[in-house]
């Protein structure tokens, strides 16, 4: 059963800061991995979806990479503002083909000082 | 419509009672999830739908859970015999199927059970 870690559980950082958010799982066999960002009582944006065979993607301050033979994957955000605060959710696509459901991490409440 | 869209936004319930939560996705869009985020936690996978049928309804924790899409759009997620552990978010997520397959969210249905 894949089980996706994310650690710590919070970060409090000055603004300006980059910063790297971590997310770990344990079956290296996905058909994808897609971070999100949750505002409180919203639903669930997505930022960036990287695909099995891919190493990276960015979005604009955002840039995420893939490692698959470790089971790890890492948001790196630059020069974080205070609008970046949310909490940031990694899950991996299961195997199953193009629809897969996804595995969520618990998630990393960022908060970003001004 | 622009986004996907849940009905209602927030359910209060007593202990027993039948529920009926509704998803409209993005028009268009063949693949519909429903996800359970606890608070503090991830969302969990429920069910998901291909069109009108069911393609994996392995995360409906008990019977006592059921969903329906029978046009292949809108699809409502049924809880009988309401218990309190039953009380969480309630997310519904679409997707078009094809190429990255990035699944879109809803704002959720909060459902608490008294």
């Known amino acids: 059963k894949q089980e996706v870690t994310q650690i710590p559980a919070a970060l409090s950082v000055p603004e300006g800061e980059n910063l790297v958010l971590n997310c770990s799982f344990t079956?290296?066999?996905?058909?994808?991995l897609q971070w999100f960002r949750q505002d409180p009582g919203k639903g669930l944006t997505s930022l960036l979806l990287i695909q099995s065979s891919q190493r990276e993607q960015t979005s604009g301050r955002l840039n995420a990479s893939l490692d698959k033979s470790s089971g790890r994957s890492t948001l790196y955000i630059a020069a974080s503002q205070p609008g970046d605060s949310a909490t940031y959710l990694c899950a991996v696509g299961s195997p199953t083909g193009a629809n897969s459901k996804l595995t969520f991490g618990k998630g990393i409440t960022l908060s970003v000082r001004p | 419509g622009a986004g996907v869209s849940q009905t209602p936004s927030n359910k209060v319930t007593e202990k027993g009672k039948y529920v009926e939560l509704r998803c409209d996705p993005i028009?268009?869009?063949?693949?519909l999830y429903w996800y359970r985020q606890s608070l503090g936690q991830g969302p969990e996978f429920l069910i998901y739908?291909?069109?009108?049928?069911?393609?994996?309804d392995s995360g409906l924790p008990n019977d006592r859970f059921f969903a329906v899409r029978p046009e292949g759009s809108v699809s409502t997620l049924k809880i009988q015999r309401t218990e309190r552990g039953d009380s969480a978010v309630y997310l519904c997520?679409?997707?078009?199927?094809?190429?990255?397959?990035?699944?879109?969210f809803g704002a959720g249905t909060r459902l608490s059970v008294l």
């Open positions: 997520a679409s997707s078009s199927g094809v190429a990255k397959n990035i699944q879109y």
């Open positions: 739908f291909q069109g009108t049928g069911a393609a994996d």
């Open positions: 028009s268009g869009h063949t693949a």
């Open positions: 079956d290296s066999a996905i058909y994808n």
